[in-house]
């Protein structure tokens, strides 16, 4: 499985909008419960954000739950991240990660296949 991609950071003001995307090449992403994880500086990477491959399902962390909101597109195998009102502390890099089930996703080290792509910057600053 290849590694993913992640792209559509940048450089935002408080209480602006970014949608990140993440694709991947091998097997369709919509099999896997894709999990969205940042890590800001000095932090531990930490999954925020989980579709369920089984029904679609999304989870989310508490503190982007109401602002952020994960889906995917099967015809074009990609999962976004849509992010509004955006808040300083979400600054961080943003990474797209295959799991088997978002039942663990909030404390995952590891992808289940297919490893970290590069990840995306998102920076929120007046």
């Known amino acids: 499985q290849g590694q993913p991609v992640e792209t559509g950071g940048g450089l935002v003001q408080p209480g602006g909008s970014l949608r990140l995307s993440c694709t991947a090449s091998?097997?369709?992403?919509?099999?896997?419960?894709m999990t969205w994880f940042r890590q800001a500086p000095g932090s531990q990477r930490e999954g925020i954000a989980c579709?369920?491959?089984?029904?679609?399902?999304?989870h989310y962390e508490a503190s982007v739950k109401g602002r952020f909101t994960i889906f995917r597109d099967n015809a074009n195998n990609t999962v976004y991240l849509q992010m509004n009102n955006l808040k300083p502390e979400d600054t961080a890099i943003y990474y797209c990660?295959?799991?088997?089930?978002?039942?663990?996703?909030?404390?995952?080290?590891?992808?289940?296949?297919?490893?970290w792509g590069q990840g995306t910057q998102v920076t929120v600053s007046s």
């Open positions: 579709i369920s491959p089984f029904d679609g399902s999304t």
């Open positions: 990660a295959r799991l088997e089930t978002c039942n663990y996703y909030r404390t995952a080290s590891s992808p289940f296949v297919g490893g």
């Open positions: 091998g097997s369709p992403l919509s099999i896997y419960a």
